[in-house]
């Protein structure tokens, strides 16, 4: 059989419980967070109970307070701000080693990267032929502390030594 109700919510009314000490009950129609089941079978005080409240802050270490829109909005600004920060600098110091990226993009960066990366081995063969005195080609190729040198004969290798300006000299016969 069908029940015929109606959901009262959101009104009250007293009823007086005692006469003689003039007791009134308030009886209220408001919902508790216990009574409030989602489709997923937890109450609201279960899947909301944790959150003590909203903060614009973004100093607020509690795992228990959630961020406000403002505050998630803010850290994003903050966060961009900080990441192009550093693909400026980034490109900068591209620029000044001689290789400028199409844009100051992560994905250009790279490309610029893997130009100095990949140019190292055609600098250094077009060193070589630099370096040219009769049937021997020798080649300097500077490091920062060390300098590695390649001495070449009829295209072979015959030589590859580290040089340490002021304690080593490069002898021999190669």
């Known amino acids: 059989m069908a029940v015929n109700e109606q959901i009262v919510t959101g009104r009250k009314f007293r009823k007086l419980v005692d ?11 408001w919902t508790k967070a216990t009574d409030v089941e989602f489709d997923n079978g937890m109450t609201a ?3 909301l109970g944790a959150v003590d409240g909203i903060t614009d ?8 307070i959630a961020a406000s829109a403002k505050a998630v909005n803010t850290l994003n600004k903050k966060l961009t701000e900080s990441f192009q920060v550093g693909c400026n600098a980034i490109v ?3 620029k000044e080693l001689g290789v400028t990226p199409e844009s100051n993009s992560p994905d250009d960066i790279v490309k610029a990267i893997e130009t100095i990366y990949n140019s190292r081995y055609e600098e250094g063969i077009s060193s070589v032929n630099k370096c040219s005195g009769g049937r021997y080609y020798i080649c300097w190729v500077p490091n920062t502390v060390t300098t590695n040198v390649k001495i070449w004969h009829n295209g072979n290798l015959v030589c590859d030594r580290n040089y340490n300006p002021g304690s080593t000299q490069l002898t021999g016969n190669f």
Do not use: D, G, V, Y
């Open 19 to 29: 006469e003689a000490t003039k007791l009134w009950q308030r009886i209220s129609f």
């Open 45 to 47: 005080e279960t899947k």
């Open 57 to 64: 802050s973004l100093a607020s270490t509690s795992s228990r």
């Open 92 to 94: 900068n110091k591209l």
